[in-house]
């Protein structure tokens, strides 16, 4: 009689009665042991990389490091430069350290950060820059689209599902991470009161909010969208990840000018009203001027730090066409160098750019729309024209005459 073959581990040669699970290779087996020991390995070696990732990011992302990063692409705006650079560099430390005062274990509390500045004045560019040089996982998502769970719209846990897609569903990484929300005052509550009936993409959102910003397991829809009961869900704690809203809060500025004569009584009123910059009052806003706004005093608790974006002035915007790394005039020369042309600029074109940004109140996203005006009707000749210049110089002339026939010469806003 044949002798019964017994089957072993080919690993740590425990045969099928000792080990729980058997499984089978193409020449050889692997118990279940020998499994759970080999993924603990790869574990802590994965673990311990990333913690090496994130001490040499340390070196490299000092908050001096960081705002010169951000000089190269954005011009200005030193203050929220300041602060995000500090707010990132912590947030750095507070996921690498732990401080250890003697007996007790310090934690470090994250300090969400609010952005308040006009349109065009680079608070979405602000985040883009700085999410090119992190090393965790960064996303933004847009508050516009948020309503309160129940409603049509996606619920504020969907905030959650872009950054697991940036961490490549990485749970422990995408704790780790830095999300960016813009466009929080669209979800601002209608008035200064508690509304009687349903705000669901205003003050329901703000609501929704608080734990988030604050720290706590939230069940994320892997795929986003809605959530269903017999959905899969995974839990993500926001405990240590960053969160930085911006918002261009129109209009706030007549609520802080309101505070502000309000504030000085008596003589003292017209000392410090001569102090006061009447051109840039989003430097004097504070939490109370939010509130007035229309968020809800909780939410406010919950992003402590609050910073201003300053109005972008003529020299601003004209360094900002010529100067940062992706400036709007090196692109349209690399679009022409691609077609075999050199393109030049009249520094008056410049100059004329600049004017009509200015009149039409849209910062520095006005001066795309502008150029674009301007260069439209070359860039549609040049590739299929057989004799194309090997330079072509945009002169005062031609830029009037393009701005005429695009009718933007009689826009303005009021």
Do not use: W
Not at 28 to 37: K, L, S
């Amino acid at each position: 009689m044949a002798k019964e073959t017994v089957l072993r581990c080919s690993l740590c040669n425990r045969d099928k009665k000792e080990a729980k699970i058997l499984i089978a290779g193409i020449n050889g087996h692997v118990c279940d042991n020998c499994i759970t020991q080999a993924y603990n390995l790869i574990k802590e070696e994965t673990t311990g990389d990333q913690k090496q990732q994130i001490q040499h990011s340390l070196t490299l992302l000092k908050p001096n490091a960081i705002k010169a990063k951000l000089d190269e692409y954005v011009i200005g705006q030193d203050d929220a430069k300041k602060v995000l650079s500090v707010a990132v560099y912590n947030h750095f430390k507070r996921i690498s350290h732990v401080v250890k005062d003697d007996k007790d274990e310090i934690e470090i509390d994250k300090s969400n950060v609010i952005l308040v500045g006009e349109t065009g004045t680079g608070k979405t560019l602000l985040a883009r820059t700085i999410a090119r040089m992190l090393n965790v996982p960064f996303c933004i998502a847009d508050a516009t689209v948020l309503t309160e769970a129940g409603y049509v719209g996606e619920d504020v846990e969907s905030i959650l599902t872009r950054l697991l897609q940036a961490a490549d569903y990485d749970v422990t990484a995408a704790e780790k991470g830095i999300v960016f929300i813009d466009e929080l005052d669209k979800i601002a509550r209608k008035s200064d009161n508690p509304s009687i009936t349903r705000d669901v993409s205003g003050e329901g959102v703000q609501q929704a909010m608080l734990k988030l910003l604050e720290g706590t397991v939230v069940n994320v829809p892997p795929q986003g969208g809605r959530k269903h009961p017999d959905a899969k869900m995974i839990q993500v704690n926001t405990k240590n990840i960053l969160f930085i809203c911006g918002g261009a809060f129109d209009g706030i500025e007549k609520k802080i000018a309101s505070r502000l004569n309000t504030q000085a009584v008596g003589y003292s009123a017209s000392v410090t009203n001569e102090k006061i910059d009447r051109a840039n009052l989003l430097q004097y806003i504070s939490p109370q001027d939010l509130k007035a706004f229309g968020l809800i005093p909780e939410l406010i608790g919950r992003l402590p730090v609050l910073t201003y974006l300053k109005p972008l002035d003529k020299s601003a915007l004209r360094r900002i066409l010529t100067e940062p790394k992706n400036a709007l005039i090196k692109q349209y020369v690399h679009l022409f160098k691609m077609e075999g042309t050199k393109l030049e600029f009249e520094e008056e074109v410049l100059d004329l750019v600049v004017n009509k940004a200015i009149e039409f109140k849209l910062g520095a996203r006005g001066l795309r729309g502008i150029c674009e005006a301007i260069m439209t009707d070359i860039m549609y000749s040049l590739p299929s024209d057989e004799k194309q210049p090997k330079l072509f110089t945009v002169s005062l002339e031609y830029a009037l005459d393009k701005l005429k026939s695009a009718k933007l010469n009689h826009l303005s806003v009021a």
